[in-house]
């Protein structure tokens, strides 16, 4: 699923939820009363009374905190922006991403570094907990209540508009990840899913190609000219493989993180899938993950067939070569001929691609 959201100067990291905390002296110490109307969600995160150790408390009452700390720690509460996500910043590549899906560890959905929540804190948000924080001191230093307006401490905070903000000609993506339903968004398309790590990577062709065939669709039905319908056909053949070839470009950049020697990991980097016998050759070899699984050779040949076709008729106003028919051995046309592409020819592109796809995608979900 995806959305572009048009927020505007309106978006805030941390959105007014219409909270306070109340931290209420009593013989046994200090005990805490939340209330509020307008969370959107929230979490709960542990700092130490120094500033200087932060970590994610799972909802389980405010009162529940780890034994056995080598430093006292006290909750802070971290609203949810007003679409009910929170930001998020990695903390290797500093790359900002928002999530619904807050949990002990995360992943980046860029470079799907992994680490504990705390370290995915933004400024912002720091500068938050740790207004939090120092009211937690003044309570357990004076003699009197304290009020924890969360309103107040948001609204004083300079940064709390960060600059990646989510507008529609940002690009921004939405997607749900298909094995846990966490939400997240993105700038891109491609990305893993910050709770679990599973890769979005099919669900974003699944979107592609749900379009190419609608678009396949009203053609087939809805223009009569035959010259007009070919032009069409053409258009639709190199679409099909270029949204394959983003996606399977993805899946690469994933397996050059795996341990292996510079060699292979340039080899890997710098893999086409131009001419996709070969980079299934390669793929399977180095990786055991067979693209072409289930595909009868004259699915393989008809794969290598069209991909040479989508060179030609993008870079060949779709007129024959001495190099197509050297990597094709195609007897149906001849050198200089303008080659045509039926609508069957798309029809059963679209459908082994996918398959190919498919393929790619589980093989590579599947390694450990």
């Not at 306070?20 to 969370?39: A, C, D, H, Y």
């Not at 150790?53 to 430093?71: L, T, Y």
């Not at 003699?143 to 990646?164: F, K, M």
């Not at 699944?206 to 669709?217: I, N, T, V, Y």
Request: charged share 25%; with cysteine; glycine share 6%.
């Amino acid at each position: 699923m995806s959305a572009s959201d048009s927020l505007g100067e309106e978006f805030r990291e941390i959105g007014n939820c219409g909270g306070k905390l109340e931290l209420i002296r009593n013989e046994e110490g200090i005990s805490m009363s939340i209330s509020g109307k307008g969370f959107t969600g929230y979490v709960q995160v542990g700092i130490s009374l120094d500033g200087e150790r932060m970590e994610f408390w799972p909802m389980r009452g405010v009162d529940q905190r780890p034994a056995k700390e080598p430093s006292p720690m006290v909750p802070a509460f971290l609203p949810a922006d007003k679409t009910g996500l929170w930001g998020r910043q990695c903390p290797k590549c500093q790359a900002y991403f928002r999530t619904n899906g807050i949990r002990e560890y995360m992943f980046c959905p860029y470079c799907n570094y992994r680490a504990r929540a705390a370290a995915f804190t933004t400024k912002n948000q720091h500068a938050f907990l740790n207004s939090q924080r120092e009211l937690w001191i003044t309570a357990f230093e004076g003699g009197e209540n304290v009020t924890i307006d969360l309103d107040r401490i948001a609204s004083d905070l300079p940064q709390n508009q960060p600059s990646w903000t989510p507008r529609e000609e940002q690009q921004q993506f939405r997607f749900v990840c298909e094995r846990c339903q966490t939400s997240c968004d993105i700038l891109g398309e491609y990305g893993s899913c910050p709770a679990c790590g599973y890769r979005n990577s099919l669900t974003v062709l699944k979107r592609h190609w749900d379009a190419l065939d609608k678009e396949f669709q009203l053609v087939d039905t809805e223009i009569q000219d035959r010259q007009e319908r070919a032009r069409k056909w053409e258009s639709l053949l190199p679409r099909y493989i270029s949204a394959f070839e983003a996606m399977v470009h993805d899946i690469r950049a994933q397996l050059v993180t795996l341990p292996m020697i510079a060699k292979r990991r340039k080899e890997v980097g710098s893999l086409s899938f131009q001419q996709i016998g070969q980079a299934e050759e390669s793929i399977r070899k180095w990786f055991g993950i067979e693209i072409f699984f289930g595909l009868k050779p004259e699915d393989q040949r008809f794969l290598n067939r069209e991909f040479n076709r989508r060179h030609l008729l993008v870079h060949r106003a779709g007129r024959v070569d001495d190099e197509y028919l050297q990597k094709t051995g195609d007897t149906s046309v001849k050198l200089h001929q303008s080659i045509r592409v039926q609508s069957s020819d798309v029809a059963r592109l679209a459908k082994l691609l996918f398959q190919c796809a498919q393929n790619f995608f589980e093989q590579f979900s599947s390694i450990s």
